[in-house]
């Protein structure tokens, strides 16, 4: 139940566009549709390696980094402080060596969330305004990112529980929803099954875990959506990014708006007008997504 | 006459709302410049009214009016129109869902397409899409015409009362007891005039015409094939 | 275990084998109306803690106790100011008859409470009846329009009722009379099925927009209630206040209605008791206790019901079955037409079927006329008056001279089930009961 953007630059090779400011631009426009709690994910040019992003308890110190190092039973290395937690470097990539990482890492230190892992995604979320996401967040550069506006329904209203989500344990996915996925209990619970950790109650959370499980068994993006839309149930108008482009996908009823600008340059997407607007001027040609629709968009 | 002109970006929806009203009383036309897809722009104007909006509006533009004449040149969010009992509004771009939702009267034009639900539980008047519309289009309508110069999205006219649909494009699927029926003379006579005042060139031959088959009314357990899905 | 020849059997009991005859006979579900006829804890399971030697109780007729109530504070410019805090809640001209709905308007306004149009739009004499008159805008619209709407007192958005949230309303053909029709625009006859959602809103975030119109389109004047079929009562009352709502009415599993599947009637939703503990609570987490006014119903019977509700944390209570009940639904006349119906005065629940044999639940003009709107007005304003007054002695007993004032601390629970669902101590405890306290975890 919120509000959802997202911004592509497929300019050639440009790495550097100015994502963070963009998408908080869209993101002001949307704050009414949800002040519980806000974030954005960021795709930067690739690193060599992939680092991992943990959110802390408000109000709590962060312990000496040898002893989160050595939580992370030599996979960890290179922590560095940052707002609200630290990001460090993992010498892994493959799924159960990360998932085991980070969940050993939030049983060995409780309330602390791994918010995002990968070579390209970096994602800052807050509770509160999206102004509150300060200036980390809107100098972020990079080719594309979606953000999130949260007007919390069923689950608490803290930084694990703030969209976008990372698609754990797979490498550079994110989420951003609009909706309630209605099977969530029976989809989490067979996940579970399967060994995937969930940071957080939020149904929104396993729509990027559903999507990595399918890009990881070799599947595109784009098939990975049209079989997603036969796992989920309930209303959903959502963005996935992955390190090459962002995906959408729409309830079969159109419960929730989603809507898009496309340019040789640039796509833009969002809940509402405004926010397509304000980034893409008014001259743009506001399209939808309509019901049931797959839609994916790679960058140069 | 003069021409009150409101600029959207330095007033709040109220200031906006209480402006429209003041000119109603006056009976002087409004012309309302950058409104930045401001929803709730023109609701509640029950008494006649002519206004100009040059850019996009947001959701429920021109909702719970009677009596207006509302021109925007631009798109629409969710409920353009909803519940209109009178009067005229048409905007030049597209509608998001639910345009024209339980309209009782008067006219509603949409010069693109229209999201989902578009002319849902429809009362009346008579509503007209330039381009396609989405998915449960007429759902429940009740009464009134609505005309889809496009194409229409899956379960058209479900659970339709009365009322009638024309569509000029293809039809994904219809809905539950939505029929079609040969168009008749005056079927066509409403559809050219109609058309001709939306300013669409289309031919009324073109049109499909989309009505209830009644077999929703009472429950009857002979229609079992009807009834399965519909309670 | 053994059984003899004419013993039924518990599980496939006549109450079951009948069930599913009746099934096997209609190919759809059973509809019927009134309310659920489980067994649930509810407010009968609370009891006062009057004055003692620790707190002076007020004499009766002597020292006032004000039963007066305002609704709507927080952002409407013209709150309602009610005489008393037991309302009538929304129910339609079509599953009521008109006589119904002008006794009802006539009662109400004598004590100073306010009515409700229901669904189906607002008739002429809703409005010249009814002093104080809350509007309701529903999935289906049936009659609704912007003249209406600004000339009513306060609007509430439906979400849901009690005795069947997540679904619409159903009005069967034979109470569709040519009048009902046009006022909601179907044909003749027909067996109305209202829509589950609102045509032009889906979500909490849309509902904020939704209330920005209605509030526009009133001058900001009237309080906007948004009324919730008690489920997810925590999340639904935080999401409706967020949305902007003045009021929020939470109608608990024991609401009524004059026509529904009966397994969403007996197996939907959260009793009343619970739900009135859990808006609280939502109200408090918010805190928007006072700002928001929170209206209870749902098998409100009595004004101790009512003193209970207040107790818990309610500013006001709405009442509809009860009301029909005073008008003479189910009173032992005309007793041949209840057998005519498979039932008995004391008994019927079959207001769906239109032959309502005491002229409340009908469109039959014959059937109606035995309702006459004076007489029926002065007993719904005789049950309105008695109820106010028995809500005034439990607040005088508890020793508040503002019924208002009464507070959880009056309240003690008489069962475990009530004492577990609303938090309160049970009766000769001084704490309230915890996991731990009755050996879980």
């Not at chain 3, 948004?226 to 024991?254: I, P, S, W």
């Not at chain 3, 029926?376 to 809500?391: D, G, K, S, Y």
Request: proline share 4%.
């Amino acid at each position: 139940m919120c509000g959802i953007a997202g911004i592509l630059y497929r300019t050639p090779k440009a790495y550097y566009q100015p994502v963070g400011h963009t998408l908080l631009a869209m993101a002001t426009c949307l704050q009414h549709r949800g002040s519980d709690s806000a974030g954005i994910a960021v795709y930067a040019k690739a690193e060599r390696q992939a680092w991992l992003q943990v959110s802390w308890p408000a109000g709590a110190a962060l312990p000496e980094p040898r002893e989160i190092l050595a939580a992370g039973g030599g996979l960890l290395s290179q922590l560095q402080p940052e707002t609200g937690g630290f990001r460090a470097v993992v010498s892994a990539m493959e799924p159960d060596a990360v998932g085991a990482l980070t969940a050993g890492l939030e049983q060995q230190f409780p309330g602390a969330t791994a918010i995002a892992f990968g070579k390209s995604l970096c994602i800052h979320k807050t509770v509160g305004l999206a102004e509150k996401l300060g200036e980390d967040a809107e100098d972020m550069t990079g080719t594309h990112g979606i953000a999130h506006l949260r007007l919390a329904t069923e689950s608490r209203i803290d930084p694990a529980h703030a969209q976008p989500f990372w698609g754990r344990p797979y490498p550079d996915i994110a989420v951003t929803h609009n909706g309630h996925i209605t099977n969530y209990y029976k989809l989490r619970k067979r996940m579970e099954a399967r060994g995937f950790s969930f940071a957080s109650q939020n149904d929104s959370e396993i729509i990027g875990m559903v999507i990595g499980e399918k890009l990881a068994a070799g599947m595109g993006l784009e098939d990975a959506l049209y079989e997603t839309r036969e796992v989920l149930d309930g209303s959903f108008s959502f963005l996935v990014a992955t390190t090459d482009g962002i995906g959408v996908l729409r309830d079969p009823i159109a419960t929730k708006p989603l809507l898009y600008v496309e340019t040789d340059d640039m796509v833009a997407l969002a809940s509402e007008h405004q926010a397509l607007h304000r980034v893409m001027g008014n001259g743009a040609k506001v399209r939808e997504i309509v019901a049931r629709e797959v839609r994916v968009w790679s960058r140069a | 006459m003069t021409t009150t002109i409101i600029d959207c970006e330095v007033r709040t929806t109220r200031e906006i709302n209480l402006a429209l009203r003041e000119a109603a009383l006056e009976q002087t036309p409004v012309v309302l410049r950058n409104p930045d897809c401001r929803h709730n722009l023109a609701v509640g104007v029950t008494t006649p009214l002519s206004v100009q909006i040059d850019g996009h509006v947001g959701y429920y533009c021109g909702g719970l009016c009677d009596g207006v004449d509302i021109r925007v040149t631009g798109d629409a969010g969710w409920g353009l129109a909803e519940n209109l009992m009178g009067g005229r509004i048409a905007i030049t771009g597209s509608a998001g869902s639910a345009a024209g939702a339980t309209m009782r009267g008067g006219t509603v034009i949409v010069g693109g397409d229209a999201g989902a639900r578009c002319g849902i539980a429809m009362k009346g008047g008579a509503l007209i899409i330039g381009g396609s519309v989405g998915v449960l289009s007429a759902f429940m309508m009740q009464k009134g015409v609505l005309i889809i110069c496009g194409d229409a999205g899956e379960g058209l006219g479900d659970s339709l009362y009365e009322g009638k649909i024309y569509v000029r494009g293809k039809i994904d699927s219809l809905g539950s007891d939505a029929v079609i029926v040969e168009q008749t003379a005056e079927d066509a006579a409403m559809l050219e005039s109609a058309l001709a005042d939306a300013g669409i060139h289309a031919a009324a031959s073109e049109f499909q015409k989309i009505v209830s088959g009644k077999k929703l009314y009472n429950f009857s357990t002979k229609e079992k094939e009807i009834w399965k899905t519909a309670l | 275990m053994p059984i003899d020849d004419a013993t039924p059997s518990h599980v496939w009991d006549p109450a079951a084998i009948h069930d599913i005859q009746e099934k096997a006979r209609l190919g759809r579900y059973r509809i019927r109306a009134f309310s659920t006829a489980r067994r649930l804890p509810s407010l009968e399971d609370l009891t006062f803690l009057p004055a003692g030697l620790t707190r002076v109780a007020l004499e009766g007729y002597r020292e006032t106790c004000s039963t007066k109530v305002t609704l709507g504070t927080r952002f409407a410019s013209k709150p309602l100011e009610l005489e008393t805090p037991i309302t009538i809640s929304g129910m339609s001209y079509g599953a009521l008859s008109r006589n119904a709905k002008e006794a009802l308007g006539l009662a109400a306004t004598r004590v100073g409470t306010s009515t409700c149009t229901g669904d189906g739009g607002m008739h002429p004499t809703d409005r010249e009846y009814s002093k104080t008159l809350v509007y309701q805008c529903l999935p289906s619209r049936y009659g609704f329009n912007p003249h209406d709407l600004k000339r009513a007192d306060a609007i509430e958005i439906v979400v849901g009722q009690g005795a069947k949230p997540g679904t619409g309303g159903l009005l069967l053909g034979q109470k569709v009379s040519p009048e009902i029709a046009a006022m909601r625009d179907l044909p003749n006859g027909v067996d109305q099925r209202s829509p589950c959602r609102h045509p032009d809103w889906m979500g909490p975030e849309d509902l904020a927009i939704k209330i920005e119109e209605l509030r526009e389109a009133t001058n900001w004047e009237k309080p906007i209630y948004v009324k919730l079929g008690a489920a997810r009562v925590y999340e639904d009352v935080k999401l409706a206040a967020k949305a902007g709502a003045d009021c929020v009415m939470v109608d608990g599993m024991e609401g009524g209605t004059a026509a529904s599947p009966d397994v969403l009637l007996d197996h939907t939703g959260v009793p009343t008791l619970a739900a009135i503990c859990e808006a609280v609570r939502a109200l408090e987490d918010l805190d928007l206790v006072g700002e928001v006014q929170l209206i209870v119903a749902g098998g409100i019977k009595s004004g101790v019901d009512a003193a209970k509700a207040i107790a818990l944390g309610a500013d006001a209570v709405a009442i509809g079955t009860a009301a029909i009940i005073a008008l003479n639904c189910n009173a032992p006349l005309y007793l041949d037409d209840y057998i005519a119906l498979g039932t008995m005065a004391g008994a019927c629940h079959h207001c769906h079927t239109g032959r309502c044999p005491v002229g409340v639940a009908t469109q039959d003009p014959e059937l109606m006329a035995r309702l006459p709107v004076e007489e029926a007005a002065e007993r719904a304003e005789n049950f309105l008056r008695a109820m106010t007054l028995e809500l005034q002695m439990m607040a005088r007993a508890c020793g508040k001279s503002y019924v208002k004032n009464l507070d959880r601390d009056d309240l003690r629970a008489l069962t475990l089930e009530s004492a577990l669902m609303t938090g309160l101590p049970l009766a000769g405890m001084r704490h309230p009961l915890t996991m731990a306290s009755v050996g879980g975890h």
